[in-house]
């Protein structure tokens, strides 16, 4: 069984995103500051009528530095719209979803984000799962 | 009432409809609970709906079905074909007659009996559904689902966005003034029909309110009680969808508080109540949420008794009182539990709190009890102000803006002002405004934003919580605006200072600050001046004057009104104000209010408008401006003649006249005529000062009396209401109300009545009416 996955560039690194995740792929515009917020939290954007929680990928994977650049990917998690900001996005194609393996170790955040590796010509991908990174979610899976 | 039959009609018509599907599979498989559930509530809906709308015949169908459903549920009888078959032809006769009342035809009514005795344990008969099908007249209205409006409403923010930033790119280059023209004409479509849409979805709760006293009346007198019923916050404005949701649940508790919490009048002497029992409804809107609070003065929860329920339905009696006093009114909720002995007509058995708490939280509501064993229960919803419009202040601090619901704030001063006096005690800076001392918060300083360059001065905005109030610095105060707040994600609301968020006409989001969460994080403590809720209104500060409003009339004179005939002071444009069918009158929100003046109104381009309001009446009042608050002595000068001016009064050395309010209302009001000939008479007898003439008399005829200062030949007054000082002989056999100045009874046989109790004023004139004495 193979699902369409979106390759994404976070943090520097290459990632698959299941597209059943991905609402939508936009270009932020101004973001509104959320003071006391945890600093994940880029702030709060318009996107038509709705607004959205923008949420600093780098930041919430565990980097010290801020993402930069405006792309995000839009996704939904309890009701609540996200955007998520990414680096680059490559392309979106069929991939089949396998195990991370045996004695692969991830560090703390990609532990929490890691649902397995997709296989692009023979290179590796991890393969995440968006919520994971939406900080202030009680618990994912 | 014609609005009430009509809403059941269409609700009794959507749920058979949608109960259509489950009485087939309710035939289909009788020992299915939750189908017999599905039907069992509709029945008992339709009756609770027909006690209070009079329908008797349906009354007795869904009664008898409800009994037989009932012993059924409680598994006293198998659901066997032929009480199915019965069951379902009363359904469907409730459906036939709901039809016969829309179009008005008649129905015949021995049909009734025969289902009824279909229902009893042992018929074999299978009752015939019978009739012709009644005609279906056209609907009035449309009932459309939330979901649409909810389409509407985004789609409508969607355009609005649009147009702003279509209106920003044509600003940057040079444009054709025909262009310019056609886009302010599509800016003020887009924006009228904004306000239109939005109107769709929000609703006064009176559209809740307004059924209650027929219901209570009812109610009541169904068991032989008398209640007293106080509404109050009418005007809150609610989700269509919420309004809904919470009907019935409102219909229950005050059943059930007419039912089970208020005793009956001769308990109620006995425990040395008031034989009126007391029911207050209100609704306030609170930072983010609408509160409804239901409360009575019965006898409150008794938990012993609901302990011995649930310990006879089969529960463990150890586990049910090993827990809190608090947990134990929780097993109020308990499915399936009545804490009345006997069923009765009124709040049925078991279809109760369980299902107005599942209704109230599937809104992402609460409901909270606070029950003092014979004093009385109060009921608190919280309901979540999702998706309402919020009139809010803009507030900017550094770069930032953030909307502040403007219930909260109870006024706006400039930290310049001479008024204000800010210090710093310890560590913590405290603001005095005018002898209120209050603490201090900075908002830049908790939201760790850097403060902004300010030249005029600080704004402190004064902001009142459940507890207390607190003055909130900001930098500046920029606008007011109408928004639609919606909840923030998690991520955003765990900071615990705000309550949502919004995207204004800007385009770009603001978050609505949380006046009550800003006050928790910053660490402020009230808890000294939260006073015991149940105490407050029996202990209320005795005033020392009458609270009035100062303000400047159009003819230069300084007058004053009593505050509480005003609603509220208005600016309105010179351009709404037209002398048109033989007055002057005013356009204020939509609606056309007669405007009384003491001065010359043309040329003026603004003025300012006293909005006086007296049950239904509404009367505007044209002032120069509005000075002051102030209170009045008790002994004013009456007017030598009717007038508007009702007396005079000293005010800090100066003379002031008070405007007559019963004058205005008299003079100006648009008649709603049902001052009936029959309604109860009374004499004001010995009014030396005009103080009962001039309040009284209002709160009197408001609540349906005539009132008259002299009888005139052959009139007898139903009631007398006189000044304690001493009654004039001549009113000997009417009954005497006498009104006294001070606050406390003189003694066990002093039978006055506080002169500022209104409640309790009328509740002594319709005693003595009806022949009692007062405990």
Redesign the interface.
């Known amino acids: 069984m193979s699902n369409l996955y979106l390759i994404a560039h976070i943090a520097g690194r290459v990632v698959a995103i299941d597209s059943d995740q991905v609402e939508s792929v936009v270009d932020i515009g101004e973001v509104t500051a959320v003071p006391r917020a945890s600093r994940h939290v880029r702030g709060l954007a318009a996107l038509r009528s709705r607004v959205v929680t923008v949420v600093d990928t780098q930041s919430a994977l565990g980097h010290a530095e801020r993402s930069s650049g405006s792309r995000a990917v839009i996704t939904q998690v309890e009701g609540h719209h996200y955007a998520l900001l990414v680096d680059q996005l490559d392309d979106v194609a069929p991939f089949e979803l396998r195990p991370l393996g045996g004695g692969v170790a991830l560090d703390a955040a990609w532990r929490a984000a890691g649902r397995g590796i997709v296989e692009r010509d023979g290179e590796p991908i991890l393969a995440i799962d968006l919520a994971a990174l939406v900080p202030g979610q009680a618990s994912t899976h | 009432m014609d609005d009430l039959l009509q809403e059941f009609i269409a609700e009794t018509r959507e749920t058979l409809e949608a109960l259509s599907g489950e009485i087939v599979a309710w035939e289909a498989h009788p020992e299915d609970s939750a189908r017999l559930d599905a039907i069992f509530r509709f029945v008992h809906t339709v009756k609770g709906s027909c006690g209070f709308l009079d329908l008797p015949r349906l009354g007795r169908l869904s009664h008898a079905a409800e009994d037989v459903l009932a012993q059924v549920r409680a598994g006293d009888r198998a659901p066997d074909r032929a009480l199915v078959n019965a069951v379902l032809s009363v359904v469907d006769r409730i459906g036939e007659l709901v039809e016969a009342i829309e179009s008005g035809a008649s129905l015949e009514a021995n049909g009734d009996e025969l289902l009824i005795a279909a229902l009893a344990e042992g018929t074999q008969e299978v009752a015939q559904a019978s009739g012709p099908a009644a005609q279906r007249s056209a609907a009035r209205s449309v009932r459309l689902n939330v979901d649409l409006l909810d389409r509407m409403m985004?789609?409508m923010?969607?355009m609005?966005?649009a147009r702003n930033e279509l209106a920003r790119r044509l600003r940057n280059g040079d444009i054709d003034p025909a262009i310019e023209a056609a886009l302010e004409r599509l800016s003020m479509t887009v924006g009228e029909m904004r306000d239109t849409v939005t109107r769709t979805r929000m609703q006064k709760i009176d559209a809740l309110f307004s059924a209650l006293p027929r219901m209570v009346r009812d109610t009541a007198a169904g068991l032989s009680k008398s209640v007293m019923l106080h509404i109050d916050g009418s005007d809150v404005e609610l989700d269509r969808e919420m309004i809904e949701v919470m009907r019935d649940p409102l219909v229950h508790i005050i059943r059930n508080s007419i039912d089970h919490g208020i005793e009956a009048p001769q308990q109620r002497r006995a425990a040395g109540k008031r034989e009126n029992g007391r029911l207050s409804v209100s609704a306030r809107q609170s930072g983010n949420q609408i509160i409804v609070e239901i409360a009575d003065d019965g006898r409150g929860i008794d938990t012993e008794k609901l302990i011995a329920k649930l310990v006879a339905s089969g529960r463990d009696e150890q586990q049910l009182r090993r827990v809190s006093d608090r947990a134990k009114l929780g097993l109020i909720f308990e499915p399936g539990l009545s804490s009345k002995d006997e069923v009765t007509e009124v709040s049925g058995r078991g279809v109760g709190m369980d299902v107005v708490r599942a209704a109230i939280e599937q809104i992402g509501g609460r409901i909270e009890l606070d029950s003092v064993a014979g004093k009385g229960l109060r009921i608190t919803i919280h309901v979540p102000l999702t998706l309402s419009i919020i009139s809010a202040i803009v507030v900017g601090v550094g770069s930032?803006r953030f909307a502040i619901s403007r219930q909260a704030i109870e006024e706006i001063v400039t930290e310049r002002s001479d008024a204000i006096r800010i210090d710093t005690l310890g560590s913590t800076r405290i603001a005095t405004v005018r002898d209120r001392r209050m603490p201090l918060v900075d908002l830049s300083g908790?939201?760790?934003?850097e403060q902004g360059q300010s030249d005029g001065g600080r704004m402190l905005a004064i902001v009142s919580v459940s507890d207390g109030s607190y003055a909130l610095a900001v930098d500046t105060v920029l606008d007011n605006e109408e928004l639609v707040v919606?909840p923030?994600?998690?991520?955003?609301?765990?900071?615990?200072?705000?309550a949502g968020?919004?995207?204004p006409d800007s385009?770009?989001?603001?978050?609505m600050l949380d006046c009550a969460g800003m006050a928790h994080?910053a660490g402020l403590d009230f808890s000294r001046e939260a006073v015991e809720a149940f105490e407050e209104e029996a202990q209320a500060v005795e005033p020392s004057g009458l609270p009035a409003l100062l303000f400047v009339d159009l003819d230069g004179a300084r007058r004053a009104v009593p505050l509480a005939a005003v609603d509220r002071v208005e600016q309105v444009d010179g351009m709404a104000v037209r002398y048109a069918a033989g007055r002057f009158r005013v356009t204020i929100d939509g609606r056309i209010l007669p405007l009384a003046a003491q001065g010359a109104l043309d040329g003026r381009e603004r003025l300012s408008v006293l909005r006086l309001k007296d049950g239904d009446n509404e009367v505007s009042y044209a002032i120069d401006e509005a000075l002051d608050i102030i209170l009045l002595p008790e002994d004013m000068v009456p007017a030598r003649e009717p007038g508007p001016v009702a007396g005079l009064a000293l005010v800090e050395g100066e003379q002031i006249e008070l405007l007559d309010i019963l004058w205005v209302f008299d003079e100006h009001a648009d008649r709603g005529g049902n001052d009936g000939a029959d309604a109860p008479l009374c004499l004001i007898a010995g009014d030396s000062d005009g103080w009962m003439t001039s309040f009284v008399r209002p709160l009197l005829e408001t609540a349906g009396y005539r009132v008259v200062t002299a009888l005139a030949p052959g009139e007898a007054p139903a009631v007398v209401l006189t000044p304690e000082e001493g009654a004039p002989a001549e009113t000997a056999k009417a009954p005497l109300v006498r009104l006294r100045r001070r606050r406390a009874a003189s003694g066990a046989n002093d039978d006055s009545v506080y002169r500022y109790d209104r409640a309790g004023l009328l509740c002594a004139m319709e005693a003595r009416m009806a022949g009692g004495r007062l405990n």
């Open positions: 985004s789609g923010s969607d609005v966005l930032q908790l939201l760790g934003i919606k923030a994600s998690p991520a955003v609301m765990s900071t615990g200072v705000y968020q919004t995207l385009g770009l989001p603001m978050l994080v």
